[in-house]
């Protein structure tokens, strides 16, 4: 996996108010179904789990299938109860995890 591209919308919330938090990461998520080129199966390797804490609290969680397409993006809001850091988990199957950390200021 490859760092994410993440955006908060609006960047600078007041508190109370809700916010959409888009994130994109690349991956190749492999389905587990494919060969290579000497017939041999290509292991299953997707993001199977991406969740999303703030002060320590789980906002978002999401459980992904083989189905998903290569490099996931998703979306979801939370309610910004004040200043603090949103971190944002992606696992794959194997337990390779690719934290990221926003710092949220409120206005």
Partial sequence: ???PRI???PETPKAGDII???TLITH???TGNRKDADGNTVPRNIVKL???TFGGREVFRA???PGIAANPYIAFHFKVPGPGEL???WVEDGG???IEKVAITVS
Wanted: glycine share 0%; net charge neutral; aromatic share 8%.
């Fill in 1 to 3: 996996m490859t760092k």
């Fill in 63 to 65: 459980e992904m299938q």
């Fill in 50 to 52: 991406f969740f999303a």
């Fill in 96 to 98: 390779t995890k690719t």
């Fill in 28 to 30: 190749v998520m492999e």
């Fill in 20 to 22: 959409e938090v888009k």
């Fill in 7 to 9: 955006k908060l919308i």
């Fill in 87 to 89: 971190e944002l988990t």
